[in-house]
């Protein structure tokens, strides 16, 4: 088992820009199978389940998560399923495997959550965000990630929506390219560029790609069932 992180996003801003369809190779993944270029992906045929804990969220931040999610279902062609809001808070430490909580024959859901700076994923004060998912080896050999975590700086003044600015849109799109297994790219144009932009938050050309990689058209990859005790 294992646990695969984004760097955070920060707080300094780029240059302003429209994010126009950009370089279509202006991708990258943040694990690849051993001795080959494929990307560890979550099972693109099974629901990406997932619960928010919205305790510290600001105003509108939950339905920019919301929107961001839909978006990603559709350049991946998969479904994530909300099964409701958590107590549960984020940490580096959770456990993948939650039976009293979620099930004997289930990985932990996917965590949403806003935590103050110092408990992100990668604590940084100047950081808005940070992601993880964790990767399990399945019967063929192939790692598939499982569950992860996403946290978000509830400090941060961001703008709501999607719109120019620095937003939670963008930031909501950005970790959820990590969690999903994108990483960083220099391409200003792309989500995945490390910095929030006082640009409109939505994916370029290099974004879709990548999620096209990640998503449902190379087919399934099945994950295992958790280990019952």
Same mark, same amino acid.
């Given at each position: 088992v294992a646990i695969a992180f984004g760097a955070n996003a920060l707080?300094?801003?780029?240059?302003?820009?429209?994010?126009?369809?950009?370089?279509?190779?202006?991708?990258?993944?943040?694990?690849?199978q051993p001795g080959s270029s494929d990307p560890v992906r979550y099972d693109p045929c099974s629901p990406l389940r997932y619960v928010i804990n919205r305790d510290m969220a600001p105003a509108g931040a939950v339905e920019d998560l919301e929107?961001?999610?839909?978006?990603?279902?559709?350049?991946?062609?998969?479904?994530?399923?909300f099964v409701g809001y958590t107590?549960?808070?984020p940490s580096e430490e959770r456990p993948i495997h939650q039976p009293q909580s979620y099930g004997t024959r289930r990985w932990a859901p996917i965590l949403f959550g806003w935590v103050p700076p110092e408990q992100l994923l990668q604590p940084d004060?100047?950081?808005?965000?940070?992601?993880?998912?964790?990767y399990v080896e399945n019967d063929r050999g192939d790692f598939v990630y499982v569950t992860g975590v996403v946290t978000f700086n509830a400090d941060a003044k961001l703008l709501s929506g999607f719109?120019?600015? @620095?937003?939670?849109?963008?930031?909501?799109?950005?970790?959820?390219?990590?969690?999903?297994?994108?990483a960083h790219v220099?391409? @200003?144009?792309?989500?995945?560029?490390?910095?929030?932009?006082?640009?409109?938050?939505?994916?370029?050309?290099?974004?879709?790609?990548?999620?096209?990689?990640?998503?449902? @058209?190379?087919?399934?990859?099945?994950?295992?069932?958790?280990?019952?005790?």
């Open positions: 707080f300094s801003v780029a240059p302003s820009v429209l994010r126009s369809a950009g370089d279509p190779d202006a991708y990258a993944f943040l694990q690849t929107e961001a999610i839909e978006l990603f279902e559709d350049a991946m062609k998969v479904d994530f399923v107590e549960e808070v004060d100047q950081a808005v965000g940070a992601a993880g998912s964790t719109e120019l600015g @620095d937003s939670w849109g963008d930031v909501a799109l950005h970790e959820l390219g990590h969690l999903v297994g994108l220099d391409d @200003d144009n792309q989500v995945m560029y490390p910095d929030v932009t006082a640009g409109e938050a939505r994916l370029g050309a290099g974004d879709l790609r990548g999620l096209e990689l990640l998503g449902r @058209d190379p087919g399934c990859v099945a994950a295992p069932e958790p280990r019952r005790r």
